[in-house]
């Protein structure tokens, strides 16, 4: 239990920094993530996340402290050209980022899609053998700038937790009827 509180306490008094691949945690423990995406099976996208600070502490509270397990997580979709940053949170996700909520001009499911990960690997958990898909429904076309993993299933909804987020290095740009397939993986290693 020591190590979980000093690795807390690390995370509390800001003793991390984003790197290209992830967050290092007191120098010495990388979390990354990534995302990988396609329009309707085509044109593979790869992109690194951002974990943000309040997805750190849930990660370290549920691992190693004392807080409920979350047992569902969802898939959620911006069309803001921002890039996320560490103070991002499940309450200011939707409006930071401009979350596409629309079930007529953005895609047609009336929540996030879940993301169903398969079994831990390796250090790596994640749901490339299962992406969750958007259904796209648009009168011309809808621009996906990145992607989030929150704790909720409401669009548009400012609970929960906030455990990744993304801005695309590309735009991606769907039509009517595309299927925008999403998949996440989380990866923790020692450096």
């Known amino acids: 239990m020591r190590i979980t509180k000093e690795i807390t306490q690390f995370v509390e008094n800001g003793d ?36 943000p600070t309040e997805g750190i502490a849930s990660i370290l509270s549920v691992a190693f402290g004392a807080d409920t397990q979350i047992t569902a997580w969802y898939l959620a979709v911006f069309s803001g050209a921002v890039t996320p940053a560490a103070n991002w949170t499940a309450a200011n996700f939707t409006a930071n980022s401009s979350e ?28 490339l053998a299962s992406k969750a898909t958007f259904n796209i429904i648009c009168t011309t076309s809808v621009n996906i700038a990145g992607a989030g993993l929150l704790s909720t299933n409401t669009k548009g909804g400012t609970t929960g937790v906030l455990a990744s987020a993304t801005r695309f290095a590309s735009t991606r740009q769907v039509y ?10 989380i990866e923790l290693q020692d450096t």
């Open 16 to 51: 991390f920094e984003a790197s290209d691949e992830g967050i290092i945690i007191h120098r010495g423990i990388l979390a990354k993530g990534k995302y990988t995406h396609s329009i309707n099976g085509e044109a593979l996208q790869c992109d690194h996340n951002l974990i």
């Open 100 to 127: 596409i909520t629309s079930n007529t001009e953005g895609y047609s499911d009336a929540t996030r899609p879940a993301w169903t990960p398969g079994a831990v690997a390796a250090g790596v958990i994640g749901n």
């Open 176 to 185: 009517n009827g595309d299927a925008f397939e999403l998949g996440y993986e």
